[in-house]
Structures are given as C-alpha cells and as structure tokens.
C-alpha cells in the first residue's frame, strides 16, 4: 500500500451535475480496488498558462488516497477513454501532508463575485 | 578603468529589475541556498508561487548559477516545474 495524489482536469463547458458524476466515478474506482480516500479537493475554475485541445480553463479535482497498484492501472485506462477529460496526473508520496491547501483562496474569491 | 566602473554602477543602480539569464545579479538572491534552510518553503507541484520565481518569462527553468540554489534542491525544483506544466499551471 503506497499513498498516491491525482488530479484531473475536466473540460469547461460542462454542467455541476456532470462534473459531479465525474466525481463519483473516480471515486469508485477507487474504492472497489480496494483504496482508501483521503481526502477530495476541488480546485474549481483555474485557467490554463497555455491552451491545451483549444481550451483556455478546466476544472480541476484532486485525490489523495491510499492504494495498490491495481487501482492507478484503472484510473489510467478510464482516464484516457473519458471524453470529458483533457489531462491527468498520478504522484506517488511517502507521506501525505492534508493540511496544506494551495488553491483555498481562489475558491473563496470567486464565491464573493 | 573608469569605463569599467560607470558599467558596474548601471547595473546596482536598479536592483528591482527582474532577474534575466544572461546577467547576474547580487541583490535579489543571497549566495546560501534559499530553500534549504531551516524554515523553507516546500518544493511542490502545487505551491506555484514558489515555482514561479524559478522560472523566466519564457517558462525556462532559471540555471542554479543564477539563482543558487543547491544541487540537490535543484533537482527537486526541476521535476516539479514539468509536473505543473503537464498540468497546466505554469
């Protein structure tokens, strides 16, 4: 059992129910091979330095969770079929930190607009 | 001797420039390793403020010459500054 983070980025134009069923599908993924979720950030709208595939923004959702290496062969095969995805990112860690929060503020300046 | 000495004081005259890759320049990093001290800041793909001071207007990976950091911490920075650039971040 290692500790792992992975973040998506899924496409713009797409609504919050969506974006929530892309949510939970990662989710269990990763419960049903046997891992266990740390902790779920939402990173919200961010935009891109460079477009990718034309885009300019994307949401962003990061896991931490705690797996084998099964669950990282899931994801990776879902991931590159989904349609709604442009990009995504496995790191491996020996410790996690869950205190520390990069994109906290954005998310709270875009609740105040 | 003195041409010499008007070109040095030019470039200590405007310390707030921004650092480029062809010109060193004294004021803005001290010659210790700036993250390896005690309470440094932690190298990570996430922390993009941090990253961004090592990187040129041309998202380059700024030399350790320049900015001096130590060896080992410059590996580090490096394969950090390319996990957020797949992501997009930088």
Redesign the interface.
């Known amino acids: 059992m290692n500790f792992y983070e992975h973040?998506l980025?899924a496409k713009q134009d797409l609504s919050t129910p969506e974006l929530e069923s892309i949510e939970k599908k990662y989710k269990d993924i990763i419960t049903k091979t046997d891992g266990k979720i740390i902790k779920v950030e939402k990173w919200g709208l961010?935009s891109?330095?460079?477009k990718?595939k034309a885009y300019k923004k994307?949401f962003?959702i990061h896991y931490k969770f705690e797996s084998e290496s099964k669950t990282l062969e899931e994801i990776k095969r879902n991931s590159i079929i989904d349609n709604f995805l442009l990009?995504h990112?496995t790191?491996k860690y020996k410790k996690l930190?869950t205190d520390?929060e990069?994109?906290k503020d954005k998310d709270i300046n875009e609740k105040k607009k | 001797m003195k041409r010499k000495n008007n070109k040095f004081n030019k470039r200590s005259e405007n310390p707030l420039n921004k650092l480029s890759l062809f010109q060193k320049s004294d004021s803005m990093f001290s010659k210790k390793c700036p993250l390896s001290s005690k309470d440094a800041p932690i190298i990570d793909y996430k922390n993009i403020k941090l990253l961004k001071r090592y990187v040129s207007d041309t998202d380059k990976i700024m030399p350790s010459r320049i900015t001096s950091v130590s060896q080992n911490k410059q590996r580090k920075l490096t394969s950090e500054i390319k996990k957020a650039k797949i992501l997009g971040l930088i």
């Open positions: 973040t980025i961010l891109f330095a460079k990718i994307g962003y990009r990112l790191v930190d520390t990069y994109f």
